[in-house]
């Protein structure tokens, strides 16, 4: 078992890492509420001086095997639901990105660093050439729900009649980093530096699914609780 405090955007940009959510896990279950306070606290942290970080919780995962394209699969035992919430909070803030002036080196910058927290570069142009190979894959809830998460990361688009948590979820992420971008110009730069620089988790990578699941049941009291269905 190995863990260390690094980063989020560090984690999941590593080259060779995809997460993977197994069918086993429960719905993605995060609502509007837990979002807000995410993007609240990471907004705190960068007006603060005096805080150096923002720590997001833990997540627990067991490596799985290699990917056809030699990736490798990690397995998320706990902490799907922060994860999957922040790539979708990423997803937003590249989307902004996108309307935004390309000729702006800072703009141009922070997409650089941003893309591949979000999908595969390729390992010698540094390009995104396929946006379908993103760097959180989920095989939870219907195959409809996983469609959906899929096309947003992909194309940071969303159905506006559709009422999912991911669509409802990226939905605020999008409108609310809109909104601060157009009222805080000059800190909406430094905003995105800071979901870059400042936001810190503990990823515990265990050798095995019982090492993984014993530390799991110490965790579960973490965000939203587990029904006993979950647990079994």
């Not at 805080?51 to 990690?74: Q, R």
């Not at 989307?95 to 390992?123: F, Y």
């Not at 990361?153 to 409802?168: A, C, L, M, Q, V």
């Not at 730069?189 to 049941?217: K, R």
């Amino acid at each position: 078992m190995k863990a260390s405090e690094r980063k989020i955007t560090k984690l999941f940009s590593e080259s060779d890492t995809v997460f993977s959510i197994p069918v086993y896990q429960r719905d993605y279950n995060w609502q509007e509420k837990q979002c807000q306070r995410l993007f609240k606290d990471i907004l705190q942290t960068g007006k603060n001086d005096k805080i150096t970080s923002y720590f997001l919780g833990s997540i627990v995962y067991i490596h799985d095997g290699i990917y056809g394209t030699g990736e490798k699969e990690f397995h998320v035992i706990d902490g799907q639901q922060r994860m999957t919430s922040f790539m979708l909070l990423l997803r937003a803030f590249y989307r902004k990105l996108e309307t935004m002036d390309d000729s702006n080196q800072n703009v141009k910058g922070l997409k650089a660093r941003l893309e591949p927290c979000i999908w595969e570069i390729h390992r010698i142009s540094g390009l995104v050439e396929d946006k379908s190979n993103t760097k959180i894959k989920s095989e939870v809830a219907t195959e409809g729900e996983n469609n959906i998460f899929q096309s947003i990361i992909e194309t940071g688009k969303f159905d506006s009649d559709k009422r999912d948590n991911y669509t409802n979820n990226y939905r605020y992420f999008f409108e609310t980093c809109s909104e601060y971008a157009k009222n805080n110009p000059l800190d909406w730069e430094n905003l995105c530096v800071t979901i870059l620089e400042q936001c810190i988790i503990l990823p515990i990578n265990c050798d095995n699914q019982d090492t993984a699941l014993t530390i799991f049941s110490t965790l579960n009291d973490r965000g939203l609780p587990l029904s006993d269905s979950d647990i079994f």
